[in-house]
């Protein structure tokens, strides 16, 4: 069994779709820190505000994580892999796995490249409530308060984990398609789908907006929170595919 899970879990991180997705991830994120200043002429919360807005990456995020091992699932299932795994455990014990090895690898596709991008932006930027010419862009912001009170690195901390909670849901999300529709490019494909009609649905529910999540709302537990409950939707939705799947044929 322990064997299963560990191979499980080198799959997950060693295949071609994981790295694709995490060198476009750190290529995007990256080539956005280097188009502002920087000679320490800036706040770093002006760096990310450009990455934010100019690397193009919010409606699009939803894409990378299910490139990790996601639709991985529709070749194992097409191919018989997958029963032969089940010779060996319950579907539920597969389930379980497998939630947790597309959770963990799409969640650290996203997750490593903000990592690099946040690190770069307080290195070449100034860390801190924002001054001189960036004074007063964080006075209406969550960010001012948390700097405030916690500094910049419970601000490094709590963006990071938004980052993985985010990369998580999707990377579920695709997995629920490809346990359901057992095709890979409906696997790929339909989560950016769902992701832009809840960004388009919810605008007015930041609660449950994705996109807003992921950068915190006004509250990064609660965020988190929130995060975490779409993580047991999904879940839930794949193990009860698994389930239509493998019990009743």
């Keep these: 069994m322990k064997s299963v899970v560990w191979q499980d879990l080198k799959r997950s991180f060693l295949n071609v779709g994981f790295l694709a997705g995490l060198l476009a991830v750190t290529w995007i994120l990256v080539d956005a820190v280097f188009q502002a200043p920087l000679d320490r002429s800036r706040s770093s919360y002006f760096i990310l505000a450009n990455v934010e807005s100019a690397?193009?990456?919010?409606?699009?995020?939803?894409?990378?994580?299910?490139?990790?091992?996601?639709?991985?699932?529709?070749?194992?299932y097409n191919s018989g892999y997958v029963r032969m795994i089940l010779t060996r455990m319950s579907y539920k014990k597969f389930g379980v796995m497998r939630l947790i090895t597309t959770?963990?690898?799409?969640?650290?596709?996203?997750?490593?490249?903000?990592?690099?991008?946040?690190?770069?932006?307080?290195?070449?930027?100034?860390?801190?409530?924002p001054e001189g010419s960036d004074a007063g862009?964080?006075?209406?912001?969550?960010e001012f308060t948390y700097i405030e009170s916690y500094g910049d690195g419970f601000i490094f901390v709590w963006k990071v984990i938004l980052t993985f909670l985010f990369g998580?849901?999707?990377?579920?999300a695709g997995l629920a398609f490809a346990v359901w529709i057992p095709n890979k490019y409906v696997s790929l494909i339909?989560?950016?789908?769902?992701?832009?009609?809840?960004?388009?649905?919810?605008?007015?529910?930041?609660?449950?907006?994705p996109i807003w999540l992921r950068r915190g709302l006004d509250n990064y537990p609660l965020s988190a929170f929130m995060e975490c409950v779409y993580i047991l939707l999904a879940a839930a939705v794949v193990l009860w595919g698994l389930k239509r799947r493998f019990r009743n044929g």
């Design 190 to 209: 339909a989560p950016f789908v769902l992701y832009e009609s809840m960004w388009v649905g919810f605008y007015n529910l930041p609660l449950l907006n």
């Design 168 to 172: 998580c849901i999707w990377a579920l």
């Design 55 to 76: 690397s193009g990456f919010g409606p699009f995020a939803a894409v990378f994580p299910s490139l990790a091992y996601a639709s991985v699932f529709c070749e194992e």
């Design 103 to 129: 959770a963990l690898s799409g969640g650290s596709m996203l997750a490593v490249p903000v990592s690099l991008a946040l690190g770069m932006a307080y290195g070449f930027g100034i860390p801190g409530i």
């Design 137 to 142: 862009m964080l006075d209406l912001a969550v």
